[in-house]
C-alpha cells in the first residue's frame, strides 16, 4: 500500500522540482534547451505507451481469453481488439476534453476550446491541466494492473519515467508563466498545481478499475491512447516549430530509450 501511494505522488514531486527551476534559472528557457526537453518528454510518453500500458493490455486479453478462446486470425482479433478499442476511446475523450475546455498553449497567441472570459494565465494552466490527466490515468492504471498480473515494479518504472519527464515539463510551464508577468512565487505554484490532476486521476483510475475488473485491458490501452494524444496533438508540433527541431529528436530518441531500458530492467 506505501509503495502504491509513493508511485501515485511521485510524479507530482517530479513536476514541483520541475517548477522550482523558476528560482534558479533566467526568465525564459534557452531555445535548444526547451526542444530537447519536450522531445524528452515526448519519447518517454510513447515508450511508455507501449511497453508498459498497450504490450501488457494485449498479453491480459490473451491471458483473460486463453480459456476456450476462437483459435486462428478471429482469436487473434479478439485478444487485440481490447487494446484497439481502449486507444481509439482514449483518443476520444481527450479530443472531447480539448475541444470543451478553454485553454492556451505555452507560446500560443490563441486560445482553443469554447470562447470563455478567463485570463491568460487560467488558461495556461488549463492546458497543461488537460495535459497532465493522461500521464495520472496511467500510473492509476498500471497499479490496477498489478492485481491482474503486472508487477509492483513494473507499475512504479511507470510512476518513476513519468516523474523524471515531469521535471522538465515542470520547468517548462513555470518559467513561462514568470515571463508572463507573474511572480516567482505564483508561478511556481500555478506549475505545481498543473501537476495535483495526476494523483486524482491516479486514484480515479484506480477506483474504476477496482469496480470494473475485467475491463482492465481496455482501461491500460485507453490511458495508452490519451498519452499518444497529448503527444501528437501537443508535444510533437511544438517540437517541430522554429529551429533546433533536430534537439527534438535527440531528446525523444534519448527519452523514449531510457523509460524502454528501464521497462525492461525493473518490469
Not at 6 to 16: C, F, K
Not at 21 to 30: A, D, L, N, S, T
Amino acid at each position: 500500500m506505501i509503495a502504491v501511494i509513493i508511485g501515485i505522488i511521485l510524479p507530482l514531486v517530479g513536476t514541483m522540482i520541475g517548477s522550482a527551476f523558476v528560482f534558479f534559472m533566467k526568465k525564459e528557457i534557452p531555445d535548444r534547451l526547451q526542444k530537447t526537453l519536450l522531445g524528452f518528454a515526448s519519447g518517454v510518453m510513447v515508450a511508455a505507451s507501449v511497453w508498459s500500458l498497450l504490450i501488457p493490455s494485449i498479453e491480459m486479453s490473451e491471458s483473460l481469453g486463453s480459456a476456450g478462446s476462437t483459435a486462428g486470425v478471429c482469436g487473434l482479433l479478439l485478444h487485440v481488439l481490447p487494446a484497439a478499442v481502449g486507444f481509439l476511446a482514449g483518443i476520444g475523450f481527450l479530443l472531447l476534453i480539448d475541444e470543451l475546455t478553454p485553454h492556451l498553449h505555452i507560446g500560443s497567441e490563441k486560445a482553443e476550446g469554447p470562447h470563455a472570459k478567463l485570463s491568460r494565465t487560467t488558461m495556461l494552466a488549463l492546458a497543461v491541466t488537460i495535459h497532465n490527466l493522461p500521464e495520472g490515468m496511467s500510473v492509476g492504471a498500471v497499479f490496477a494492473g498489478e492485481a491482474q498480473g503486472l508487477t509492483l515494479s513494473a507499475a512504479l518504472v511507470v510512476s518513476i519515467g513519468i516523474a523524471i519527464q515531469n521535471i522538465p515539463e515542470g520547468a517548462i510551464i513555470s518559467m513561462p508563466m514568470h515571463a508572463e508577468g507573474n511572480s516567482r512565487w505564483r508561478s511556481f505554484l500555478i506549475g505545481s498545481l498543473s501537476g495535483v490532476v495526476e494523483p486524482i486521476g491516479s486514484v480515479v483510475t484506480l477506483l474504476l478499475a477496482s469496480a470494473l475488473g475485467v475491463s482492465l485491458p481496455y482501461l491500460l490501452a485507453f490511458a495508452a491512447g490519451a498519452m499518444m494524444y497529448v503527444v501528437v496533438e501537443e508535444l510533437i508540433p511544438e517540437t517541430a516549430q522554429g529551429q533546433h527541431t533536430n534537439l527534438s529528436t535527440i531528446g525523444f530518441a534519448l527519452g523514449f530509450v531510457l523509460m524502454m531500458a528501464m521497462d525492461v530492467a525493473l518490469g
